[in-house]
């Protein structure tokens, strides 16, 4: 591309600059609309639209659910060992599992809750000298014929200069997409007939209504340069009602819409300060604020520093 931009093709330029901004961002719901030019820049422009639809349908089950990301690790399982590895004590969220549970455990010894290659690898780990705090995966027989994987770490705790522990925390992998649609699909109900105080307490009961969450969450990430409109508003255009809006949506993503909405600004403009030399003040407008005093205040209060520091 030789010629001299100018007009319309320094526009089409500036477009085409910030989609793959936004693509930087994780927003791949961005497109250039196409114009009834045939050259250089309406073939980036379509290639660009048609990269942001292949990567949008890859990587959907990690935007759409809150912290973009479909898998997070959870420490929910805790022992405590004594000196001849004996349960002492173990976390109450193991409760959900038939064979851990005090009746059965407490004072046996940890390896009888290991399936059979786990207890061998245990029983080398303490043979070998410690260094604290190892990681070691195991496998607990949490019921009959089902194990359960988890990574444990391994800490020494001196309660006093005669007890020693050993401290076992382990580390789940909970598949958040999964978890999410049993809590929403699950019609266990108590002996009264009643949903349990769980259930009661979700507005999410349909899967149109987590379909329309996932439309606002998308509606948002594509808008941050616009002021979000009421969430009345908001919820009538997509169907639903201001009340399953803001419980719908913090359920589903863990946050509020307003504060997504903050947040997913805010990741913007440090992608922007960091990797242009767009002048502070364009960033704020370009994110959706109308004052760069107010951007300013609100970056400095989500890292502790002031945007301009990430200029220096």
């Not at 149109?208 to 941050?224: A, G, T």
Request: proline letters at 3%.
């Amino acid at each position: 591309m030789d010629r001299q931009l100018e007009g319309e093709d320094i526009k089409r330029v500036m477009r085409i600059n910030r989609m793959i901004i936004e693509m930087a961002s994780g927003n791949f719901n961005f497109r250039i609309p196409s114009s009834s030019h045939n050259d250089e820049l309406e073939t980036i422009t379509m290639l660009l639209n048609m990269m942001a639809e292949e990567l949008q349908e890859s990587y959907k089950s990690l935007y759409l659910i809150h912290t973009r990301q479909s898998q997070e690790h959870v420490a929910d399982i805790v022992f405590v060992l004594d000196s001849d590895l004996k349960i002492k004590h173990f976390s109450s969220s193991t409760h959900e599992f038939p064979l851990l549970n005090s009746k059965t455990i407490i004072g046996t010894d940890f390896v009888k809750c290991l399936d059979k290659k786990s207890r061998t690898l245990w029983n080398s780990q303490m043979i070998e000298p410690v260094n604290y705090p190892p990681k070691i995966n195991l496998q607990l027989k949490v019921a009959q014929k089902l194990s359960l994987p988890v990574s444990f770490f391994l800490n020494q705790l001196e309660l006093t200069k005669s007890n020693v522990y050993l401290m076992l925390t382990g580390v789940r992998t909970v598949n958040i997409l999964k978890q999410n649609e049993r809590n929403l699909n699950s019609i266990a109900r108590i002996k009264n007939g009643e949903v349990t105080p769980k259930q009661a307490k979700s507005v999410l009961k349909r899967e149109v209504d987590v379909r329309i969450m996932k439309e606002i969450h998308n509606y948002i990430q594509s808008h941050l340069d616009q002021s979000l409109i009421s969430l009345r508003d908001l919820a009538h255009t997509f169907g639903t009602n201001e009340y399953k809006l803001k419980k719908g949506f913090k359920e589903l993503y863990g946050i509020t819409v307003y504060k997504f909405q903050m947040e997913e600004r805010l990741k913007k403009a440090v992608l922007l300060l960091e990797s242009t030399r767009i002048q502070i003040k364009v960033i704020s407008k370009l994110i959706g604020f109308s004052d760069v005093a107010h951007f300013s205040r609100s970056f400095k209060k989500r890292y502790g520093y002031s945007p301009s520091h990430l200029r220096k």
